[in-house]
């Protein structure tokens, strides 16, 4: 029974995970066309062409990525940059109390609360009328993430406690998040341009709801006084100076860095140096899913096989992730695009699949294992790269170039790569003796801490 609960969880927060990423990529296609409708009408972007947009070509724009800001600086283009960014933003500024507030209700209660504000965020996308409206719906999204996506990882860390199931465990997680980002925008768009504009929001607040009732079926808010008798995790503070910590989340946070600037600046870049046409920009990062699928698998194989190797698969990502960026500008057709955007999300693939589980078993071994804080650390990472890329990314494209860009990104993580052999000795780490230190300097600070320090002392 407790396998299937755990399994269930494990759909629970997938398709939470999943939900915020499609919620974060289907305004890609929807967002352009909306903003110059309501600049130029004042009305809700329609089915069809829609105000503002191409006349003939609405159906083929819906899957064009949104434009960020390029060289002319267009109000417009900022504003959908400054909107893109603004969820990154306030899921950077809430991940710290949220990582706190998990540590100490658990992670059931904000998982629901993360998916309930998902809902009414995305609600309030469905029925936006003006810029403020879906600017509040979108930081609101960012709120619920850091709750939803925090708690969620977390969850499947503290169900999933063994080796290789915690890997299989969470590299599913990465595959959802993977689909939902990638299969989003032609979602979105097929579903503007014939079902209109609501309609995408609609369908994932129906599935959202649908989520959260099934949590609210497995974990009652009202079964989990348990929390009582766990242990008191770690304070935030004390893991980000952990110096393994430290290093992991830097490598998560520079592996992103490729895949937040390229998405607002390679679309304006494709039609400037190689003529691209509308559908081959809007399908850009499709293909890019499989390889990362392939990356999330060939890593839980892997790491279940060699676990001692968990750092030489991270730095394997970052180095596939350097060279690839390096290799975008050099493209001079869509078809030659796909290969190294692939390489940059097998890359991230490795890095992800084999740092989040490494995250967790630090914190087992060097801290007490409440993953709260820790997930949020990571979460952290992610949002810096995702805060500055809408905005930062095409700025340095106007001043730099794009080649300057690639280049420095490609560099970036072709240099942090050997930093990650600070874990090598990472899987030889005693839990025992950490856990005995930290309830001796700190103290027991609840019964589980009590007990534990009974034992010590017998």
Not at 165 to 177: K, P, Q, V
């Amino acid at each position: 029974e407790a396998r299937r609960q755990r399994r269930l969880l494990l759909v629970v927060v997938c398709v939470a995970l999943l939900l915020d990423n499609m919620l974060y990529m289907v305004i890609v296609p929807i967002i352009p066309d909306y903003i110059a409708a309501m600049r130029g009408g004042g009305g809700t972007a329609g089915p069809s062409a829609p105000p503002g947009g191409n006349g003939s070509g609405g159906g083929n724009r819906s899957l064009l990525p949104a434009r960020y800001p390029p060289a002319t600086g267009g109000n417009e283009d900022v504003q959908i940059g400054v909107l893109f960014a603004s969820k990154a933003m306030l899921q950077l500024l809430v991940n710290p109390l949220s990582g706190t507030l998990i540590d100490r209700v658990g992670y059931e209660v904000p998982l629901l609360a993360g998916l309930a504000v998902m809902f009414l965020s995305t609600a309030t996308f469905a029925f936006a009328e003006n810029y403020a409206t879906l600017f509040a719906a979108r930081s609101l999204q960012g709120l619920g993430s850091a709750f939803a996506d925090t708690a969620g990882i977390a969850l499947i860390a503290d169900r999933y406690p063994e080796e290789p199931a915690r890997s299989r465990a969470l590299g599913t997680a990465l595959a959802c998040i993977s689909f939902g980002s990638l299969a989003a925008p032609p979602f979105g768009g097929v579903l503007y341009e014939f079902a209109g504009k609501r309609v995408p929001f609609l369908v994932l607040a129906c599935v959202c709801l649908l989520d959260g009732l099934l949590l609210l079926a497995l974990a009652p808010p009202g079964a989990t006084g348990a929390r009582a008798n766990m242990p008191v995790g770690t304070p935030i503070h004390r893991l980000m100076i952990d110096p393994y910590i430290a290093v992991v989340a830097g490598a998560l946070a520079t592996c992103n860095i490729p895949l937040a600037f390229l998405e607002p600046t390679i679309a304006n870049w494709m039609k400037d140096s190689m003529g691209a046409s509308e559908w081959e920009v809007g399908l850009t990062w499709l293909p890019a899913f499989f390889p990362h699928v392939l990356g999330v698998y060939v890593t839980v194989r892997l790491a279940a096989a060699y676990p001692h190797l968990q750092w030489f698969y991270g730095a394997l990502g970052m180095a596939i992730i350097g060279a690839s960026s390096c290799l975008v500008p050099a493209c001079r057709n869509f078809g030659q695009v796909i290969i190294p955007l692939c390489g940059i999300c097998f890359g991230i693939a490795l890095v992800d699949t084999a740092l989040l589980p490494t995250l967790a078993f630090l914190v087992d071994v060097r801290h007490v294992s409440v993953y709260g804080s820790v997930y949020a650390i990571a979460d952290i990472s992610y949002s810096v790269a995702y805060a500055l890329g809408p905005i930062v990314a095409g700025q340095i494209v106007h001043t730099m170039g794009f080649a300057q860009l690639n280049l420095g990104m490609g560099l970036a993580n072709v240099l942090y790569a050997p930093v990650l052999l600070f874990l090598k000795n990472v899987c030889q780490m005693k839990p025992s003796h950490s856990e005995r230190n930290i309830l001796l300097e700190e103290g027991p600070k609840g019964l589980y801490d009590t007990i534990k320090m009974e034992e010590r002392k017998g």
